[in-house]
């Protein structure tokens, strides 16, 4: 398997500006270099926060028309190769991704299908069940706490709290914590922004899905392969350490915490300057 380590002229300062984030163009010039090489490139994103904008209801994040129109020339470039990692359920980030030979991968990495690829974490397969009678019981109890949102997944549960005022936010911990089992101890329990996550407590993280893509793709191409991952959550952390020096890692979003990806950009905004960078450079390119 031949992945890219990233060169020296690509690291230390050269990809950031004066406020200390990268610049999108600098991170395009690498790629677009590697690219013209002959070589292929593996794009892994995560979806809300990076590719969508953050926004009070998950139902409300659909692509920006700019970033679709980016990513759909980069799916048709046969040497770039589109990956969209996400907490949502993976049939709704097909449905909102929708682009025919990418790879999509749904509940935080337990469930991944591509072109010719497909894997269900089987530790999580087993709690499908047990998963979703507790996002009946929770959605039964949603409408007691006003912005409640429960959003039912094949391998877990989100209890989206963006919504409910700071005084009931206290509230839906409660309601959580009464429609788990006694015996919790097979479930992941954890906070992301304005959302509390439940899935399976499986030995899988975004950083082992990350891996399992670059190595599938890198089989399947056969030539060495430049990685570029960006996303905005904690969940994206993994990711980042995993893959380490042999990737491009971009945390999305400004300031506090700290992160383990070499790089980090503003916003949607920045991930969408280099896309379409990207597309332009490299988009239809002959393989």
């Known amino acids: 398997m031949a992945t890219s380590r990233m060169p020296e002229q690509a690291k230390g300062d050269d990809f950031l500006n004066a406020s200390g984030l990268s610049e999108p163009s600098r991170i395009a010039d690498w790629l677009v270099g590697w690219h013209q090489r002959g070589q292929h490139l ?41 990956a969209v990692v996400s ?35 089987p530790d999580a ?24 949102l429960v959003e ?25 914590a009464s429609a788990l089992p006694q015996d919790g101890s097979r479930l992941k329990i954890f906070h992301g922004s304005r959302v509390i996550e439940v899935q399976p407590q499986v030995s899988w993280t975004k950083g082992d899905c990350a891996l399992w893509i670059r190595d599938v793709v890198a089989r ?3 030539t060495p392969l430049a990685v570029l991952y960006m996303g905005d959550d904690w969940t994206d952390e993994h990711a980042f350490e995993a893959l380490g020096a042999d990737a491009i890692t971009v945390k999305i979003g400004e300031g506090a915490p700290p992160s383990r990806a070499a790089y980090r950009m503003a916003d949607v905004a920045s991930v969408q300057r280099l896309l379409a960078e990207l597309a332009v450079r490299t988009g239809g390119a002959a393989s």
């Open 87 to 121: 907490g949502r359920d993976l049939a709704d980030l097909r449905s909102r991704v929708a682009l025919p030979g990418a790879i999509y991968s749904g509940c935080h990495g337990l469930e991944i299908e591509g072109p010719g690829t497909k894997f269900v974490h």
């Open 152 to 176: 039912r997944k094949r391998f877990g549960l989100a209890v989206h709290y963006r919504r409910v005022a700071a005084e009931q936010i206290k509230r839906v911990e409660v309601e959580l």
């Open 42 to 82: 593996l794009l892994l994103t995560d979806y809300d926060g990076t590719l969508s904008p953050i926004v009070d209801s998950p139902a409300d994040a659909w692509l920006p028309a700019g970033v679709r129109a980016s990513l759909e020339v980069l799916a048709r470039s046969p040497r770039v190769h589109l």
């Open 220 to 222: 399947t191409v056969g």
């Open 125 to 148: 397969a087993a709690q499908q069940e047990a998963l979703a009678a507790i996002s009946r019981r929770l959605s039964e109890r949603a409408h007691t706490v006003p912005g409640m």
